[in-house]
């Protein structure tokens, strides 16, 4: 099993940076797959980037193409999604996941979630 727990949320403006952070627990970290997903009040929940356990494959949703970086330090059991120029679009409760086979891009793939951390950009 994996527990995780996500940090590093909160306020910030239009076209500002935003690190969050996704602290893992549990048996084999290093060989599971780690995804972030988000979800926007009355909205479905979506596939923000994955990284595989090699960190060789990574994987981004268009829309934060160029603008996001996930990263994984498996001797930190720690996985980060950089945000930069971060817009009013990614106001929503973001969610890091672990895949024992991905990453994948669909949430049934995905075994271990976090609570979630809420992200709010205003214009």
């Known amino acids: 099993q994996v527990q995780l727990v996500e940090s590093g949320g909160g306020l910030v403006q239009a076209g500002d940076s935003l690190r969050l952070s996704c602290a893992a627990s549990?048996?084999?970290?290093?060989?599971?797959?780690m995804g972030w997903f988000r979800q926007a009040l009355g909205k479905e929940r979506e596939f923000v980037a994955g990284?595989?356990?090699?960190?060789?494959?990574?994987y981004l949703l268009d829309s934060v193409k160029g603008r996001f970086t996930i990263s994984r330090d498996n001797a930190k059991n720690t996985v980060y999604l950089q945000m930069n120029s971060l817009n009013t679009e990614d106001t929503a409760v973001y969610y890091c996941?672990?895949?024992?086979?991905?990453?994948?891009?669909?949430?049934?793939?995905?075994?271990?979630w976090g609570q979630g951390t809420q992200v709010t950009v205003s214009s």
């Open positions: 996941a672990a895949d024992r086979y991905g990453p994948g891009t669909a949430l049934g793939e995905y075994d271990y």
């Open positions: 549990g048996r084999s970290f290093s060989s599971y797959a």
């Open positions: 990284k595989s356990w090699s960190g060789s494959h990574t």
